[in-house]
């Protein structure tokens, strides 16, 4: 069985940081890209960035320069550094393996963590 879980999110001030982590167990395929997607309240999920296995990354315009993705193949796991965050980025955060451009549709899914940013 696949498990994806994150970790990391909470309640930050704008301008301020988090870093998300995504520990997966069950994978089989090595190979396969990871990406971090939110869904903010009432609001459409969005992708925010994806790596590669050889680290190639993806970042949606809104997040880039401020969102630093990366990956450690040996633990399996996938991080989400977020820098100077805005109130715009208050969101649940999920990780996926596999998920492709469109939430929920494709490849394997966390449950998510919540992301929120206010003074």
């Known amino acids: 069985e696949v498990q994806l879980v994150e970790s990391g999110g909470g309640l930050v001030q704008p301008g301020g940081s988090l870093r998300l982590s995504c520990a997966a167990s069950?994978?089989?395929?090595?190979?396969?890209?990871m990406g971090w997607y939110r869904q903010p309240t009432g609001k459409e999920c969005e992708l925010v960035s994806t790596?590669?296995?050889?680290?190639?990354?993806y970042y949606a315009e809104l997040v880039e320069g401020r969102f630093i993705i990366s990956r450690d193949n040996d633990k399996k796991e996938v991080y989400l550094q977020m820098n100077n965050l805005k109130p715009e980025d208050t969101a649940v955060y999920y990780c996926?393996?596999?998920?492709?451009?469109?939430?929920?549709?494709?490849?394997?899914w966390g449950q998510g963590t919540q992301v929120t940013v206010s003074s």
């Open positions: 996926a393996a596999g998920g492709g451009a469109w939430c929920f549709t494709f490849g394997f």
């Open positions: 069950g994978l089989t395929n090595d190979d396969i890209d």
């Open positions: 790596i590669t296995s050889d680290g190639d990354t």
